[in-house]
């Protein structure tokens, strides 16, 4: 099993909601900044959005306003709320565990989680 589990994806019809989740029993998430990617077909990874470990957030323009990312940090998990999906959400989605938020995206990447599917279809 991978050290950084997703969790949350799945089919649902646009306008609709998903709540992404990741989690780790080897990384300490309050040390870090936590970052999602995601990988649409035929496309680069893209980040997605970051919260650093004194949870500054950062989001990608295309996002903002919809995705709300967050942490628990008793529970050692990091969260991605994501509403009014569009077609253009569509994808795989990663956990990266990093050390510094770059705006939307976690850098000094130390971890991967193996991704989860978000299919947008009516």
């Known amino acids: 099993q991978s050290p950084v589990v997703e969790s949350g994806g799945g089919l649902v019809q646009p306008g609709g909601s998903l709540t992404l989740s990741c989690t780790s029993s080897?990384?300490?998430?309050?040390?870090?900044?936590i970052g999602w990617f995601r990988q649409a077909p035929g496309k680069e990874r893209e980040g997605v959005s970051c919260i650093s470990n004194d949870n500054i957030r950062g989001y990608q323009d295309s996002v903002k306003g919809r995705f709300t990312i967050s942490r628990d940090n008793a529970k050692n998990t990091v969260h991605l709320q994501m509403n009014s999906l569009q077609s253009q959400d569509a994808g795989v989605y990663y956990c990266?565990?990093?050390?510094?938020?770059?705006?939307?995206?976690?850098?000094?990447?130390?971890?991967w989680g193996q991704g989860t599917q978000v299919t947008i279809s009516a």
């Open positions: 080897v990384w300490r998430f309050d040390l870090y900044a």
């Open positions: 990266v565990i990093g050390s510094w938020c770059l705006a939307e995206t976690v850098k000094d990447q130390n971890a």
